[in-house]
């Protein structure tokens, strides 16, 4: 413990607190997970920076000591299970940092929705020793993955039932760890700053409108631009603000009855 000296000014008089602090400071060390199993998957819509979670997943699993797997195609990889749950090195995420999309596959699973396609999931994963899960996707991705870690117990004793582990297994393997990474452009899941793939497409659609911006100035025209954002209007919003719009339509915060009279109205004045 060490001393830390504080100034309060009070009254216009600076006085001196002494308080104790903490030096201590906590770091995982390397390898200090090792043995476990810790697989990676990237689900629903593709966002800029996938790849960039990808690789910090597989590099930190490996620094701890993790046996670690992708998982391709999303959840219908880890139902099929087979060649789609494939062991991963260091090696296996270079030069992928600056790709965008996803390296190892994302697809729509209508198999994981319903309870035998999860138990065929479990089973891939328990015969791996894989019981630390990172899912890189959205909103249904993300959810999927909080219903799986639910029936997690009953899932394995449904195999247990039908003989597809042994009791060990069913003991060794009876807690399942997700981590949940929000891969959206959208940027519209709370307790995250900024989604993955966010920054990536505001700067690609004020790339788009400044190049449009020329045509509209050369022939005094008014351009409707119309941004993702689903019933998100973060992408609008910056867009709007950082374009200079004179108007803008976000879902949070619908037109008022007679927004068309007072858009005109902007317009001509701008023209004025």
Known sequence: MQELEEFIVVSGKIETATMEVSTTQKFIGRGSHKGKGLAVLTSGGDSQGMNAAVRSVVRMGIYLGCKVYFIREGYQGMVDGGDNIEEANWSSVSSIIHRGGTVIGSARCTDFMKREGRVKA????????????????????????????????????????????????????????????????????????????????????????????????????????????????FLAVYTALCTDATYSFICEDPAPINWEKKMCTKIAEARI
């Open 122 to 233: 479990a089973y891939n994963l328990v015969t791996r020793g894989i019981t630390n899960l990172v899912v890189i996707g959205g909103d249904g991705s993300l959810t999927g993955a909080n219903l799986f870690r639910e029936e997690w117990a009953g899932l394995l004793d449904e195999l247990l039932e039908n003989n597809k582990i042994t009791k060990d297994q069913r003991e060794k393997y009876k807690f399942l760890h997700i981590a949940g990474m929000v891969g959206s452009i959208d940027n519209d899941f709370c307790g995250t700053d900024m989604t993955i793939g966010t920054d990536s497409a505001l700067h690609r659609i004020i790339g788009a409108i400044d190049a449009i911006v020329s045509t509209a100035y050369s022939h005094q025209r008014t351009f409707i631009m119309e941004v993702m954002g689903r019933q998100c209007g």
